[in-house]
T-cell receptor
């Protein structure tokens, strides 16, 4: 079974602090994703990565950065946390070999971590 | 811009009933559509993924259909059980530069009453 783990289930930080959220997957997946989930807004993609050291902006990258130094680990960084970044953060991974789309259920299926509920005071 | 909606927002049914959840998307140029389940305060669990070339997928008591031309998908749950209570989300994989972005619907919160 694919396992995606996130470093913390709950996190409380103060405005202006630098925040690191870590995600690790153990199935040699190429793609990793960071989403945030807010009531009424659903899941929105922040950043994704299709290879080590490669990253692409999602729909709402402002105020965030990411790092992927190793294939199994994808970090989300809030350089200076703000109250509007209080949210549930979800990490996901998928097999998807290569940068360009190829059809395949196994390649496309996204596996999610348990989520980190971040509160910024 | 791709938009995904789900109707109803919430549904409550007695145990044993068959039920249908609906997902609609505005742009039919999709690669695939995935249905997820989310329990309160937890991450998402993938249930079914339908490729754009397929019409339906089945897994146990779940059956998902896809009508790309009309921008609709349904998730059919047979003989519902209290353990099926959760929020169900659909997500479409859109055809953008890298084909890797999913757009999620807001979800349908399902309660199955014993």
């Amino acid at each position: 079974d694919v396992k995606v783990t996130q470093s913390s289930r709950y996190l409380v930080k103060r405005t202006g602090e630098k925040v690191f959220l870590e995600c690790v997957q153990d199935m040699d997946h190429e793609n990793m994703f960071w989403y945030r989930q807010d009531p009424g807004l659903g899941l929105r993609l922040i950043y994704f990565s299709y290879d080590v050291k490669m990253k692409e902006k999602g729909d709402i990258p402002e105020g965030y950065s990411v790092s992927r130094e190793k294939k199994e680990r994808f970090s989300l960084i809030l350089e200076s946390a703000s109250t509007n970044q209080t949210s549930m953060y979800l990490c996901a991974s998928s097999l998807f070999r290569g940068r360009y789309w190829r059809e395949g259920r196994e390649a496309d299926t996204q596996y999610f971590g348990p989520g980190t509920r971040l509160t910024v005071l | 811009k791709q938009e995904v909606t789900q109707i109803p927002a919430a549904l409550s049914v007695p145990e044993g009933e068959n039920l249908v959840l609906n997902c609609s998307f505005t742009d039919s140029a999709i690669y695939n559509l995935q249905w997820f389940r989310q329990d309160p305060g937890k991450g998402l669990t993938s249930l079914l993924l339908i490729q754009s070339s397929q019409r339906e997928q089945t897994s146990g008591r779940l059956n998902a259909s896809l009508d790309k031309s009309s921008g609709r998908s349904t998730l059919y749950i047979a003989a519902s059980q209290p353990g099926d209570s959760a929020t169900y989300l659909c997500a479409v994989r859109r055809r953008d530069n890298y084909g890797q972005n999913f757009v999620f619907g807001p979800g349908t919160r399902l309660s199955v009453l014993p």
